[in-house]
């Protein structure tokens, strides 16, 4: 099935400044924000600047710079929030929901990145 990027979703209205955030890091091919419903002490959303609906599709269309760009932004978010574990932090999660079954709630790809506390358990098995 071919990926529909709808450019009305949230996050291309915040890339386009139509709606405000709270900006953790900004590159040429990725921003980082607070989410606005955090589910931990630290949650931050990274997306890819480009029109991705989710992580297959970005991962078989974008190119190797905006792969490059949005995985090394992550890392570096990490670092700028201090909860890498290479510079002594406490580790996070790194998260992706997509579809249906990933409850993934805005078509725009972005990458959960959520730390602060034990975490627990990945999912629920329910
Ligand atoms: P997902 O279910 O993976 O699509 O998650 C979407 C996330 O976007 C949720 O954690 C929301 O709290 C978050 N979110 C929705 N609108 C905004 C917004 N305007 N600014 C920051 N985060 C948002």
């Known amino acids: ?62 190119s190797e710079a905006e792969i490059a760009g949005f995985v090394r932004a992550v890392g570096q978010v990490a670092e700028t929030l201090g909860i890498a574990e290479g510079s002594g932090g406490n580790g996070y999660r790194l998260l992706s929901n997509s579809g249906a079954d990933g409850v993934q709630e805005v078509p725009h790809l972005h990458v959960h990145l959520c730390a602060g506390r034990v975490l627990g358990r990945m999912i629920s098995k329910a």
């Open 1 to 62: 099935m071919a990926y529909v990027y709808d450019d009305q979703n949230i996050f291309a209205k915040i890339l386009r400044g139509e709606i405000p955030n709270k900006t953790v890091l900004e590159t040429d091919h990725a921003l980082a924000f607070e989410d606005i419903d955090p589910q931990a002490p630290t949650h931050v959303l990274v997306i890819p600047k480009g029109p991705y609906v989710n992580f297959d599709h970005f991962a078989g269309s974008a």
